[in-house]
């Protein structure tokens, strides 16, 4: 379904223009377009049936529908194309993701923490905002609070408008990275329990980065777009705009260095893991060499008296007695010495 809304001074039309209307020409006094499809093959059409209404190249929407898979930001002249991601509850979410974002679970745990992973096609123009949203996945009412708190912004046009997406990107990236965190924070814990469950810690640990890698990457088209607008040409901004985007620019930013950090994290607790497996390898180790060793003096010491050849003092209880003696005094002598080693 493709919905059409149209702003003026900031505020949502009651009588918004229709597609029909709109390739007649007929956009009426708005000042700013909001285009929003939930399906991506149904936006092609409709996109390509409206692109002369709104001032849209032929290329623009071919190029994004080229890279809708994966993050990416790309800007010519006065048109922008941007993929991005946004992690949603389910609580948030008005339809299913599209992917699962990789983070563990495990040992137990429960996994209400668990965001889906869905992707937003934006292209930007002046005067017009197109946003396609397959699956229906990325939740709208969070956008229209945020146009509705500042419609200050959305009067200057379409950048207003971009505003909302990128800071509602921004925020569910810097929640999907705090569900991480508290993730790291189990899986440490993890690690220096008495039995740790090794596999269990690995395949863990190797989900975390996978999914910190998948937030570092999605992060940079954020900061990128919001950087490029910033570096525009005085004017082409509305100053009112500046600092909003200024923020989303340092969340997205911040979003890469957390990640970054929380990436160290989990090197050093997959290194410490297997550092910990090590340690109770050689402790096991120690533990049957020293077990060897006392059990191999008695065993040298009645192997010798017990040769099938002549020997002094042989057949005498006296001789049986003393051997049996020496053999225990030395495993006992052994036992001590290896006791206060703490190999045992």
Do not use: C
Request: aromatic letters at 6%.
């Amino acid at each position: 379904m493709v919905t059409v809304t149209a702003f003026t001074d900031g505020v949502a039309s009651k009588g918004s223009p229709t597609l029909e209307s709109l390739e007649a020409g007929g956009r009426g006094d708005a000042d700013v377009l909001w285009i929003d499809a939930d399906d991506a093959e149904a936006a092609a059409e409709a996109v390509g049936r409206i692109a002369s209404a709104v001032g849209l190249p032929s290329w623009a929407i071919a190029r994004l529908q080229r890279h809708r898979s994966h993050p990416s930001l790309y800007r010519a002249g006065p048109v922008t194309t941007i993929a991005l991601r946004i992690h949603t509850t389910a609580e948030e979410r008005d339809g299913s993701g599209d992917e699962a974002t990789g983070e563990p679970r495990s040992h137990g745990r429960t996994t209400d923490t668990h965001a889906a992973n869905a992707r937003l096609l934006v292209l930007i123009a002046p005067g017009v905002l197109i946003t396609i949203r397959p699956h229906g996945a990325w939740p709208l009412q969070p956008l229209r609070d945020r146009w509705s708190a500042h419609p200050e912004l959305v009067a200057g046009g379409a950048l207003g408008l971009l505003w909302a997406v990128l800071d509602m990107a921004a925020d569910s990236q810097m929640s999907q990275l705090t569900r991480l965190d508290t993730r790291l924070e189990h899986l440490e814990r993890s690690v220096f329990v008495e039995e740790p469950d090794t596999a269990a810690v690995q395949r863990d640990a190797y989900a975390l980065f996978k999914a910190l890698a998948h937030e570092r990457r999605v992060a940079v088209p954020l900061r990128d777009a919001a950087a490029q607008f910033l570096a525009d040409p005085p004017g082409a901004v509305p100053d009112a705009l500046v600092p909003y985007l200024r923020e989303v620019r340092d969340h997205a930013q911040r979003v890469t260095e957390w990640a970054d950090s929380l990436t160290q994290l989990v090197t050093s607790i997959v290194d410490t893991n297997m550092s910990n497996v090590n340690n109770r390898l050689n402790l096991i180790m120690k533990k049957v060499t020293s077990w060897a060793a006392i059990i191999a003096v008695p065993t040298l010491v009645s192997g010798v008296w017990g040769m099938n050849v002549p020997l002094p003092w042989q057949g005498s209880p006296v001789t049986t007695a003393a051997t049996i003696a020496t053999m225990g005094l030395l495993a006992l002598a052994l036992y001590i010495q290896f006791k206060r080693k703490d190999w045992l």
